[in-house]
């Protein structure tokens, strides 16, 4: 008789170090969402995250390290990328800025780019394995590539069979936010748990550049964000598959059709099969929070597709909207 193999899933920081340090890839809580980590340095642990993904070889990984000065030997900080990641680090957002000329990050952690993202993480657990480990970790979302990011132990042991650190749900449940720290403005690559609002806010006291090589004309914003999602009801297509639960979704729902459950926020909409609240008071930052989970439980129940409630285009609503906007064009 073979037994199946189930994950493990400890609380055991030291244990999560040994298998770490034993050269072997661990899932593990961040502020943001549960990340499948391995030692950065170490170019053939992190192709086997690709393996246990099945994620492109192309599709660069973020190096995590313990505090920003750690990262000053492998890549090459601007003046406000610096600024802005000093005043937001530990915390969710990422930096991408090009390769220093003796970088340690091996070309499979950073898809073969001459960059890389880089952020460092503020939960408790991780934290304390970055100060235990000689270098970075370089860690994707711990979810099988395509799928909705894992914001608990137990979203991980749904797809992976890795030992798997628990640290509780995960405080903001979704990614971080991406910027891209080369050039000024900042431009922001994946809308995420830091708001544009937030950026901007952290940036106010940065005195400007004068001049910057390389970045173009100046302009005003002091961060570019991305272009809105669609508010039709209809999901625009021709998007990576990213993010995605495994049922359609519908957007912008004012009424319930058969079969449908409910994503909601705020006061939900009457005759859903079933219901996962996001919030009931219309509070953005909340519904962030819930997102994830939301997805994942509307996803295992009953309901045979799923309407989504309108949600705001302001603070984090920006990042849900970005994300359910893609999970609409990855299952079309
Ligand atoms: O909150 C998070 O960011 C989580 C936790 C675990 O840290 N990580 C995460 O990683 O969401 P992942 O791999 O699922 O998403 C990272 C994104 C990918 O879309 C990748 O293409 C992009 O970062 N990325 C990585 N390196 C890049 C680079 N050099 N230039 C542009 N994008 C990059
Ligand atoms: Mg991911």
Redesign the pocket.
């Known amino acids: 008789m073979t037994l199946s193999k189930q994950p493990m899933i400890f609380k055991d920081i030291d244990r999560a170090i040994h298998h770490l340090l034993n050269r072997e890839v661990v899932a593990?809580p961040?502020e943001?969402?549960?990340?499948?980590?391995a030692l950065g340095y170490d170019g053939q642990v992190v192709e086997h995250i690709y393996a246990l993904k099945n994620?492109p070889k192309h599709?660069?990984?973020?190096l995590?390290y313990a505090r920003l000065e750690d990262s000053c030997n492998d890549v090459v900080w601007t003046p406000w990328a610096q600024y802005l990641a000093a005043a937001c680090w530990p915390g969710?957002l990422?930096v991408?800025l090009s390769l220093a000329q003796n970088s340690r990050i091996p070309l499979a952690a950073?898809?073969g780019?001459n960059?890389?993202?880089i952020?460092v993480?503020s939960h408790p657990m991780i934290q304390e394995i970055l100060r235990a480990l000689p270098g970075p970790l370089a860690?994707?979302?711990?979810?099988l590539s395509g799928q909705l990011?894992p914001t608990t132990a137990a979203h991980v042991a749904k797809d992976l069979n890795v030992p798997i650190l628990d640290g509780g749900p995960c405080m903001?449940g979704?990614?971080?936010t991406?910027v891209?720290g080369r050039t000024w403005p900042i431009r922001i690559?994946?809308p995420?748990?830091l708001s544009v609002e937030d950026i901007n806010t952290l940036l106010l006291g940065f005195p400007e550049p004068i001049t910057v090589p390389d970045s173009g004309p100046m302009q005003d914003a002091t961060v570019i964000a991305p272009p809105a999602p669609s508010t039709n009801v209809l999901c625009p297509g021709q998007l990576l598959a990213?993010y995605a639960p495994k049922k359609r979704l519908r957007l912008n729902a004012t009424h319930i059709e058969d079969g449908e459950g409910l994503l909601a926020f705020g006061p939900p909409l009457l005759g859903a099969t079933v219901c996962a609240q996001l919030s009931l008071e219309g509070n953005v930052t909340q519904a962030a929070a819930r997102l994830f989970a939301a997805l994942h439980q509307l996803d295992q129940s009953i309901c045979q597709t799923i309407a989504v409630m309108p949600i705001p285009q302001t603070g984090l609503g920006c990042a849900i909207n970005d994300r359910l906007w893609r999970a609409c064009a990855a299952l079309e």
């Open positions: 593990l961040t943001t969402v549960y990340g499948l980590a994620r599709n660069p990984l973020i995590h969710p990422t991408v950073r898809g780019l960059s890389a993202a952020r993480p860690a994707p979302s711990a979810n990011s903001y979704l990614e971080s991406i891209d690559l994946r995420g748990a990213h």
